[in-house]
């Protein structure tokens, strides 16, 4: 007896109240190419702007007149290492800094 013989057979002997028809649904074997493609490049840009903070963070460790030549002040680094993720946080003080000079 071969193999399927032996699988029909088992298939057979089951009860049909408990055969549930297959429905007639897909199911992928993995996420589709473009779901992976955007996961890929949205964990990419979570790096680059990780690691840019890290950068960002290591500028707090200078002293305040090496800041100053940088053109930075500690309560800007500060504010800007409290920023979300998402943000770039050297744009964003730059912005903020441009902001408080027009308000000026």
């Known amino acids: 007896m071969s193999n399927r013989e032996r699988i029909r057979g088992v298939n057979e002997a089951v009860h049909?109240?408990?055969?549930?028809?297959?429905?007639?649904?897909?199911l992928p074997a993995m996420a589709p190419v473009e779901?992976?493609?955007?996961?890929?490049?949205?964990?990419?840009?979570?790096?680059r702007t990780w690691r840019r903070r890290q950068q960002?963070?290591?500028?707090?460790?200078?002293?305040?007149?090496?800041?100053a030549d940088?053109?930075?002040?500690?309560?800007?680094?500060?504010?800007?290492?409290?920023?979300?993720?998402?943000?770039?946080?050297a744009r964003a003080v730059m912005a903020r800094r441009r902001a408080q000079r027009r308000g000026s």
């Open 16 to 26: 049909p109240a408990l055969q549930r028809p297959l429905r007639n649904t897909y």
């Open 35 to 47: 779901w992976l493609e955007a996961l890929r490049a949205r964990l990419g840009q979570w790096l």
């Open 56 to 67: 960002f963070r290591r500028l707090l460790a200078l002293e305040d007149h090496l800041l």
């Open 70 to 89: 940088l053109g930075y002040t500690r309560a800007e680094l500060r504010w800007g290492t409290r920023l979300p993720m998402h943000v770039d946080a």
